[in-house]
């Protein structure tokens, strides 16, 4: 069974940075996608970003040029760097993978103070 552990969240001013760590186990295979989700109060789960085994990566538009998604295949790890950042980023973020299933972390929050 795959368990995905999110860590790196907090409490960071408007304009300020955060990155993500997601980390997969229970697996010994390069997982074949994973990427990040958010969840704002009464909105519904969006997709931020996504990084394909091989490197190809997609975002939201509502974070190109801002966010940067990568990963360790070594690790199956995948992070996510989080720069110039808004009010309307505060969400819970959580860490996904699809690999035959989709796996899910438990979710890590972000307040982004204005």
Not at 12 to 41: D, E, F, H, K, Y
Not at 45 to 52: G, T
Not at 94 to 110: I, K, L, P, S
Request: overall charge positive; aromatic content about 8%; some cysteine.
């Amino acid at each position: 069974q795959v368990q995905l552990v999110e860590s790196g969240g907090g409490l960071v001013q408007a304009g300020g940075s955060l990155r993500l760590s997601c980390a997969a186990s229970g697996i010994t295979s390069i997982l074949n996608l994973m990427g990040w989700c958010r969840q704002a109060p009464g909105k519904q789960r969006e997709l931020v970003a996504s990084i394909a085994r091989g490197g190809n990566t997609n975002y939201a538009d509502s974070v190109k040029g801002r966010f940067t998604i990568s990963r360790d295949n070594t690790k199956n790890t995948v992070y996510l760097q989080m720069n110039s950042l808004k009010s309307e980023d505060t969400a819970v973020y959580y860490c996904n993978a699809v690999h035959y299933f989709t796996y899910w972390g438990q979710g890590t929050e972000v307040t982004v103070s204005s």
